[in-house]
């Protein structure tokens, strides 16, 4: 399972007064590798489907995996230069979910997510 909560935010240090804060997003999003949207993790919904189509034994292991992302910006205003603005858009990226079966040898092509998985949660019992 995730190890903290995955969804995509953007915050704002300090949090400018601007009225036209949709339209610095719109300019940063210009210029930002991945789009700045605030969104839960895609994923997440598996995880009850998986638990509700897999074999409740007690050997399979459900996880849910991503990597955290984070794009820092600096924001400056032409009508207030001294003042800056820190734009901060943290997301993920190689969302992965599966179910293992822990009495099994894991395969070699197995996805990392599976393989970390397996190695920190299976290995244990």
Not at 91 to 109: F, N, Y
Request: include cysteine.
């Amino acid at each position: 399972m995730l190890d903290q909560e995955v969804a995509s935010s953007v915050a704002w240090t300090p949090l400018p007064a601007w009225d036209n804060l949709d339209a610095v997003v719109t300019a940063v999003n210009a210029v930002s590798p991945d789009r700045l949207e605030e969104l839960p993790f895609p994923r997440a919904g598996e995880f009850d489907s998986l638990l509700a189509n897999s074999d409740r034994s007690a050997g399979n292991l459900v996880y849910l995996a991503a990597t955290p992302l984070t794009h820092e910006f600096s924001v400056q205003c032409q009508n207030e230069p001294e003042n800056r603005y820190k734009l901060e858009f943290s997301t993920w990226i190689d969302p992965d979910s599966g179910v293992l079966d822990c009495s099994l040898t894991l395969d070699a092509k197995a996805p990392d997510a599976a393989r970390k998985a397996y190695g920190a949660y299976c290995q244990e019992a």
